[in-house]
């Protein structure tokens, strides 16, 4: 135990009461725990209570081809083991929501006017919601000779879902995590599951075009086709496309399946009530030690 | 405090964010104190951290968007989830969804995101609520580097200002895992310097995981000091230079395998296709695949081009690449490094130290590597001040009284 020869323990432990008794057992710390009570109180008095609205999903269908290619080799090489994130269903149903497509399809059903006026789902008013500008805004506008729209759009819906609803698949995770904070949490309940089956819907849609497309580029090929190989592979083509249409023409989902429906928090989780309490009782003690210790060592300091 | 809500609520330019973070550095700060009223730091090592304690608030949401560096949110998502679930070692290694694999382009058998995250979780922050949180984990960690690194010096001020250089208080004050890097890499090189050889490699274990280019230049290191002792004098530094080149030989076939796989991941990771796709993603649509990089033809050949391009490295980012305010500051402090490296060789007298000679061999050796396989100047700037400044802290331990003492005493013997 040479060390606790070489640090002095007993001088050390009676500097270390001093301390304490010199600068936290006194007056100026006890009025900076109050101040920092009230100040704490006056921030949650001001605060909005926001719940936490989220829903699990899982992927429908495993991507089952995942090519290898150079870059895949590097990505891998220089990322570790860390799976692409926004690869499979995953990135296909996460580029759909965030889509310009979906926020128009959901606008053109009345969630504008939800979101940004009094709900009133006739076209002619939810197309006409005044829209306000910040300054700055219009400054820019005015210096570079732009318009700003005068009212919401669906761009504005697009904005709206992209910085409010948060989409992720935490690593190592099979599920995908659908959130949002919001003072309205039966609304965004509500909006939420919307988002979600209109995405999958959307998907869906783009998924059946293109095997129609297949379809009639392929029956235009049978046409044409003398050779019976060519011509049985192109009929087994057309069989499996409208296989996937009728699998893809039906209210289930197919990118995704909701393993836990859009639910909300039981309380308000901002803000942090004790959080915000400890912090600042800390950092008003803190200050008022560091007050006191500038005062009396200004000398050995400066 | 742990924030469950991360993935939504980050508290960024929010009060709250700053009433948490502020609170983490008052936790410092009394820490501070209380050392300096106990004599273990001087009145100059309160005020330098103090402020570098500060300094995480005043780059993260201030100075630029944390986005800017967005594997911050990783990081701190993770390290965040590990506190909250409790998430223990043994999880992480044999529970967790580690695919345990070994391949040959995959080598860390667990994800370094959720191991540094797990290192970094297990420093006792009042809060872990926002990506800010964990710099304070890395600025604590830095810290007690500090604290261990000064008792080899008479005098602490002497080392302080490798503290306040601008990068280690960038890198520092980001949730990212490079100051663990360094902060272990400094603690090798310094206890192999000392001769204690098990500390070395207990340190170079976690490298293993946290970064494999670093573990490997060190390895080489570790191989060079403890069987072929090339610090002890001229002739044992020739031999293993000898063994290390017909080694090489052996195995270049591997080597640069090795070497153009990492090439090619550099090269690609930094490219931009011509309608805005960018990285591997972009590099798959019109990089042109493997061959487009051409492929080393002898160990030779790899050497040469990296002495070549070591002078580029050195001082990158160049004019020509600066598209920002940081980037002449970045090659500013890029000369000084490098002057002070030099200049601290030739004022302590160590040029003639064996230990010297064989520490400047192995960091030439290493950034040779990083200007074989440079790409892109932001990431490369990055990976070299991780290699460089450890090594200058191998330096600063050559030229301490505690080095020269058992030097001393070790010729009287």
Known sequence: MSFLKTYNIKEKTKLLRDFFQEFFLIKRSAHAIGISLIFSLLIIQFSTPKFY???????????????VSAGNIAGELLLGNIENKDSGNFGTFKANMHSYALAKRMWEQGWGSKVFGDGNLDEEYFNSIPKKHKIIDRIAAFFSGYELFQYFTAH???????????????????????????PDKEFAILFMSAVIKETDKYAKLRLIQTSKEIISASYDQLASSRNSTITSAIAS?????????????????????????????????????????????????????FLSFISKNKEDLW | MVNEYFEQLTYGRTLDYYIFELANFSIFGLILLLLYRLNFINSNSLIAWLGIFL????????????YLFPDQFEYAREAISVKANGT???????????????????????????????????????????????????????????????RFFNNENEILLYFLIPSILLYSSLAIRDTLIIVISIFFIINLIRGKIIWSIL???????????????????????????????????????????????????????????????????????????????????????????????????????????????????????????????????????????????????????????F???????????????????????????????????????????????????????
């Not at chain 2, 005043?58 to 630029?64: G, Q």
């Not at chain 2, 796989?261 to 805005?276: K, M, P, Q, S, T």
Request: hydrophobic share 50%; proline share 4%.
């Open chain 2, 203 to 357: 340190a170079l274990i976690p490298l293993f995981i946290l970064k494999i280019q670093m573990f490997a230049i060190l390895l080489i290191y570790l191989v060079g000091y403890a069987i072929f002792q090339a610090h002890r004098s001229k002739n044992f530094f020739i031999f293993f230079i000898f063994i290390f080149l017909i080694s090489g030989l052996i195995l270049e076939d591997l080597i640069l395998l090795i070497l153009d796989r990492y090439r090619l991941a550099f090269i690609a990771e930094d490219f931009v296709g011509v309608d805005g796709a960018i990285s591997y993603q972009g590099w798959d649509l019109y990089g042109g695949g493997e061959e487009s990089v051409p492929e080393l033809s002898s160990i030779f050949s790899a050497i040469f081009l990296g002495l070549l391009n070591l002078p580029i490295l050195l001082l990158i980012p160049m004019p020509w690449n600066w598209s920002g305010i940081f980037y002449p500051l970045q090659t500013i402090e890029s000369i000084f490094l490098v002057y002070l490296y030099f200049n601290l060789s030739r004022n302590k007298g160590v040029l003639m130290d064996y230990q010297y000679i």
């Open chain 1, 156 to 182: 504005d819906l697009q904005s709206y879902i992209k910085s409010n609803y948060e989409i992720i698949k935490p690593m190592g995770s099979k599920n995908i995590n659908v959130s949002t904070m919001t």
């Open chain 2, 55 to 66: 300094s995480p608030l005043l780059f993260n949401y201030l100075l630029f968007s944390p």
């Open chain 1, 53 to 67: 609205v989220s829903s699990a999903l899982r992927e429908a269908q495993a991507n089952s081809q995942q090519s």
């Open chain 2, 88 to 150: 223990s070692w043994a999880d992480i290694f044999f529970y967790s969804n580690n695919n345990f694999n070994l391949s040959t382009e995959n080598f860390a058998p667990i994800s370094t995101v959720v191991f540094s995250s797990k290192i970094l979780s297990t420093i006792p922050l009042l809060n872990y609520m926002t990506v800010t949180s964990l710099a304070f984990a890395n600025k604590a960690i830095l810290f007690i580097t500090f604290l261990w690194f000064k």
């Open chain 2, 359 to 413: 520490l400047t061999f192995i960091l030439i050796m290493g950034l040779s590597i990083y200007a074989l396989l440079m790409a892109n100047e932001g990431t490369f700037v990055r990976y070299r001040f991780t290699l460089f400044y450890p090594f200058l802290f191998g330096l600063l331990y050559l030229s301490s009284s505690d080095y020269q003492g058992s030097k001393k005493a070790y010729k009287e013997d």
């Open chain 1, 237 to 289: 083509t057309i069989n499996s496309e409208y296989f996937k249409i009728a699998n893809l023409e039906n209210d289930m989902p197919y990118h995704i399946y909701i393993v836990d429906p859009p639910h909300s928090s039981e309380y308000p989780i901002s803000p942090n009530f004790i959080a915000i309490i400890f912090s600042n009782t800390i950092i008003f003690l803190f200050l008022s030690v």
